[in-house]
Nanobody, 123 residues
Framework: QVQLVESGGGLVEAGGSLRLSCAASGRTFRLYSLGWFRQTPGKEREFVAA????????YYADSVKGRFTISRENGKNTVYLQMNSLKSEDTGVYYCAADRRSPPPTSAGYDYWGQGTQVTVSS
Protein backbone atom coordinates (compact mmCIF):
# COMPACT_ATOMS: atom_id res chain seq x y z
CA GLN A 1 0.00 0.00 0.00
CA VAL A 2 1.27 3.47 -0.92
CA GLN A 3 -0.18 6.73 0.32
CA LEU A 4 0.59 9.91 -1.60
CA VAL A 5 0.22 13.51 -0.44
CA GLU A 6 0.73 16.42 -2.83
CA SER A 7 1.71 19.96 -1.87
CA GLY A 8 3.02 23.13 -3.46
CA GLY A 9 0.04 24.23 -5.51
CA GLY A 10 -1.18 27.80 -5.54
CA LEU A 11 -1.86 30.89 -7.60
CA VAL A 12 0.84 32.14 -9.95
CA GLU A 13 0.98 34.60 -12.82
CA ALA A 14 1.53 33.42 -16.36
CA GLY A 15 5.25 33.00 -17.03
CA GLY A 16 5.95 32.13 -13.42
CA SER A 17 7.08 28.90 -11.77
CA LEU A 18 5.87 26.45 -9.16
CA ARG A 19 7.29 23.25 -7.75
CA LEU A 20 4.90 20.54 -6.71
CA SER A 21 5.93 17.87 -4.24
CA CYS A 22 4.42 14.49 -3.54
CA ALA A 23 5.42 12.63 -0.41
CA ALA A 24 4.85 8.89 -0.30
CA SER A 25 4.57 6.39 2.49
CA GLY A 26 6.05 2.92 2.30
CA ARG A 27 9.49 1.38 2.21
CA THR A 28 9.43 0.40 -1.48
CA PHE A 29 9.05 3.85 -3.01
CA ARG A 30 12.08 3.25 -5.22
CA LEU A 31 10.27 0.32 -6.86
CA TYR A 32 7.40 2.46 -8.17
CA SER A 33 7.09 4.47 -11.33
CA LEU A 34 5.63 7.87 -10.54
CA GLY A 35 3.38 10.07 -12.58
CA TRP A 36 1.78 13.49 -12.52
CA PHE A 37 -1.65 14.13 -13.99
CA ARG A 38 -3.94 17.13 -14.04
CA GLN A 39 -7.65 17.66 -14.36
CA THR A 40 -9.96 20.59 -14.99
CA PRO A 41 -13.75 20.60 -14.49
CA GLY A 42 -15.59 18.71 -17.20
CA LYS A 43 -12.46 17.12 -18.62
CA GLU A 44 -10.78 13.78 -18.18
CA ARG A 45 -7.64 13.46 -16.14
CA GLU A 46 -4.68 14.30 -18.39
CA PHE A 47 -1.18 12.82 -18.32
CA VAL A 48 1.56 15.36 -17.59
CA ALA A 49 4.80 13.53 -16.78
CA ALA A 50 6.12 10.20 -15.52
CA UNK A 51 9.33 8.80 -14.11
CA UNK A 52 10.19 5.14 -14.55
CA UNK A 53 11.63 3.28 -11.58
CA UNK A 54 13.91 1.35 -13.95
CA UNK A 55 16.27 2.81 -16.49
CA UNK A 56 15.82 6.42 -15.43
CA UNK A 57 13.36 7.09 -18.22
CA UNK A 58 11.18 10.19 -18.05
CA TYR A 59 8.11 10.93 -20.14
CA TYR A 60 6.29 14.18 -20.78
CA ALA A 61 3.11 15.31 -22.47
CA ASP A 62 3.87 17.36 -25.57
CA SER A 63 2.13 20.34 -24.00
CA VAL A 64 4.67 20.55 -21.15
CA LYS A 65 7.91 19.41 -22.78
CA GLY A 66 10.70 21.87 -22.19
CA ARG A 67 8.77 23.61 -19.40
CA PHE A 68 8.12 20.92 -16.77
CA THR A 69 10.60 18.56 -15.13
CA ILE A 70 9.79 15.48 -13.07
CA SER A 71 12.34 14.28 -10.54
CA ARG A 72 12.46 12.05 -7.50
CA GLU A 73 14.42 11.62 -4.30
CA ASN A 74 14.13 8.01 -3.22
CA GLY A 75 15.80 8.76 0.10
CA LYS A 76 12.99 11.20 0.91
CA ASN A 77 10.19 9.16 -0.70
CA THR A 78 9.31 12.27 -2.70
CA VAL A 79 8.60 13.08 -6.32
CA TYR A 80 8.63 16.62 -7.67
CA LEU A 81 7.21 18.46 -10.63
CA GLN A 82 9.06 21.66 -11.45
CA MET A 83 6.83 23.83 -13.61
CA ASN A 84 8.32 26.81 -15.43
CA SER A 85 6.92 29.27 -17.97
CA LEU A 86 3.43 28.52 -16.76
CA LYS A 87 0.46 29.24 -18.99
CA SER A 88 -3.20 29.73 -18.17
CA GLU A 89 -3.95 26.36 -19.77
CA ASP A 90 -1.79 24.69 -17.11
CA THR A 91 -4.48 25.50 -14.56
CA GLY A 92 -6.02 22.46 -12.91
CA VAL A 93 -5.86 20.04 -10.02
CA TYR A 94 -2.58 18.17 -10.14
CA TYR A 95 -2.39 14.59 -8.92
CA CYS A 96 0.58 12.36 -8.33
CA ALA A 97 0.30 8.63 -8.84
CA ALA A 98 2.35 5.50 -8.31
CA ASP A 99 2.46 2.24 -10.23
CA ARG A 100 4.68 -0.84 -10.25
CA ARG A 101 4.87 -1.01 -14.01
CA SER A 102 7.92 0.13 -15.94
CA PRO A 103 7.85 1.84 -18.32
CA PRO A 104 5.07 3.72 -16.58
CA PRO A 105 1.68 4.09 -18.22
CA THR A 106 0.68 7.44 -19.64
CA SER A 107 -2.98 6.72 -19.05
CA ALA A 108 -4.78 7.15 -15.76
CA GLY A 109 -4.60 3.45 -14.78
CA TYR A 110 -2.16 3.87 -11.90
CA ASP A 111 -2.42 1.81 -8.72
CA TYR A 112 -2.27 4.66 -6.20
CA TRP A 113 -3.31 8.32 -6.26
CA GLY A 114 -2.93 11.38 -4.10
CA GLN A 115 -5.74 13.76 -3.25
CA GLY A 116 -4.57 16.51 -5.61
CA THR A 117 -3.33 20.08 -5.30
CA GLN A 118 -4.80 23.09 -7.11
CA VAL A 119 -2.67 25.10 -9.51
CA THR A 120 -4.12 28.31 -10.89
CA VAL A 121 -2.27 30.36 -13.49
CA SER A 122 -3.59 33.86 -14.03
CA SER A 123 -3.14 35.52 -17.40
Amino acid sequence: QVQLVESGGGLVEAGGSLRLSCAASGRTFRLYSLGWFRQTPGKEREFVAADSWTGGWKYYADSVKGRFTISRENGKNTVYLQMNSLKSEDTGVYYCAADRRSPPPTSAGYDYWGQGTQVTVSS
